[in-house]
């Protein structure tokens, strides 16, 4: 178990695209496990690979107890609208407002490289969708509407 260091807006990395993974070697094993001792360190919902400095096509999420690792994901279908708050651990004390689909049906391989579809609405597709923006060096901020504004650290999730 190790935990990382979540890169933070303003380090390049961020920004740039990720490449695919081809198979999941033993450094990549542990990388994930890193990424989920990192995310339910610092509390968060979601992260993805860039954001301890990796530029792989990684995802990891859990936002209500069910863990998804999700490598070299894609969206496949989406539909429907929401409006709400969404943080980012790279953007640590902040929030925003951004617009994303209500519901998403992604596709992503798991730690056996086994391919699987997932169906999401509401909290998970958002976080879907934000991490799966991580993975090509788009962060939230780029689609928040109106201003970016303080939180505190008890009442929201970070992706
Ligand atoms: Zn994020």
């Known amino acids: 178990m ?3 260091n979540i890169r933070e807006l303003g380090d390049e990395i961020l920004r740039k695209n990720c490449r695919e ?4 070697t033993p450094r990549i094993r542990e990388l994930i496990q890193d990424m989920y001792d990192t995310m339910y360190e610092a509390q968060g919902v979601g992260l993805a690979a860039p954001q301890v400095g990796i530029l792989k096509r990684i995802v990891v999420i859990d936002v209500d107890g069910t863990p998804y690792t999700m490598i070299n994901p894609q969206i496949l279908e989406k539909s429907g609208e ?3 708050s969404e943080g980012c651990l790279s953007v640590p004390g902040k929030a925003g ?3 994303r689909p209500n519901y998403v049906k992604a596709e992503a391989w798991n ?3 086994e391919r699987y579809e997932v169906e999401a609405e509401g909290l998970l597709a958002r976080a879907i969708c934000h991490e799966l923006d991580h993975l090509d060096g788009v962060m939230y901020v780029d689609l928040v509407e109106g201003d ?7 009442d929201e999730d970070e992706e």
């Open 2 to 4: 190790a935990i990382r």
């Open 111 to 113: 730690e056996e490289m």
């Open 97 to 99: 407002i951004v617009t």
């Open 148 to 154: 970016i504004y303080d939180v505190t650290a008890e």
């Open 21 to 24: 993974v081809k198979e999941v």
């Open 82 to 84: 929401q409006t709400g």
